[in-house]
């Protein structure tokens, strides 16, 4: 019995690039669905407070997502989906809040 140390284990000899860029958070990788690769946390931008269900993709497919979802959508400015949003636009903001403090290192 006692207390093991995980401290140094597998850090060494693997070629993490990203670690430089994006310092502790690229020792933990993420699958992202969209390009079907593992990638460090970073490469999400960060935003694990936001479900909006796109969360299991990278920033870079997100950004193309959105493009496309915007190009598709550009016309279609949904009366429901304004009302939707500024009602629980608050609640929600106060929801990221809290969940980024929380999650504050
Ligand atoms: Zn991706």
Redesign the pocket.
Known sequence: MGTRSLQGAGREGKDYDFIADCGEDALYLKY??????D?PLC?FGGDSCKYDGMRG??????SEYDKKYRLKNKNKTSERHKKYYLKNRDKRLAQMKECRLKNKH
């Open positions: 992202c669905w969209s390009c079907n690769e990638l490469k993709i990278c920033r870079d497919c997100k």
